[in-house]
């Protein structure tokens, strides 16, 4: 499927430059990328990665224009077809634990034992 991939330009062209976005590509930024003046080869590139999974389309609620947007699986395959390392998402790392070597627990002194008092006769 990724031999299908690279041989398609308009699939690659749209693969790169969903990569080096980092918020996204609209409808019609994606159209001038691929740069053919066609709304349906533009759809026809979004069917295509949006059903390989490797596209996800996000809707602003507020106005702004929707954006397509590449998944982790479309990040890997753009890393492996452009031989490129695509720029990471950022994301939040827990808290590394200290380093610090533990302390060996020393055992506790052996309690001497109350001696019997001999007897007396």
Same mark, same amino acid.
């Given at each position: !499927? !990724?031999?299908?991939? %690279? $041989? #398609? $330009?308009h699939l690659m =062209?749209? *693969? @790169? =430059?969903?990569?080096? #976005?980092?918020?996204? /590509? #609209?409808?019609? $930024? *994606?159209?001038?990328?691929?740069?053919?003046? %066609?709304?349906? !080869?533009?759809?026809?590139?979004?069917?295509? *990665?949006?059903? *390989?999974?490797?596209?996800?389309? @996000?809707?602003?609620?507020?106005?702004?224009?929707?954006?397509? @947007? /590449?998944?982790? /699986?479309?990040?890997?395959? #753009?890393?492996?077809?452009?031989a490129q390392a695509?720029? +990471?998402?950022?994301?939040?790392?827990?808290?590394?634990? %200290?380093?610090? =070597?533990?302390?060996?627990?020393?055992? +506790?002194?052996?309690? %001497?034992?109350?001696? =019997? @008092? +001999?007897?007396? +006769?």
């Open positions: !499927m !990724m031999d299908r991939i %690279s $041989e #398609s $330009e =062209a749209a *693969l @790169k =430059a969903l990569a080096k #976005s980092k918020d996204g /590509l #609209s409808n019609s $930024e *994606l159209d001038d990328v691929l740069s053919d003046n %066609s709304n349906w !080869m533009t759809l026809w590139v979004i069917r295509q *990665l949006t059903s *390989l999974g490797f596209v996800d389309y @996000k809707v602003d609620f507020f106005g702004g224009p929707a954006r397509y @947007k /590449l998944t982790d /699986l479309g990040t890997d395959v #753009s890393q492996k077809l452009t695509v720029p +990471p998402k950022p994301t939040t790392q827990p808290a590394q634990p %200290s380093q610090a =070597a533990p302390k060996a627990a020393t055992p +506790p002194p052996p309690a %001497s034992q109350p001696q =019997a @008092k +001999p007897a007396q +006769p």
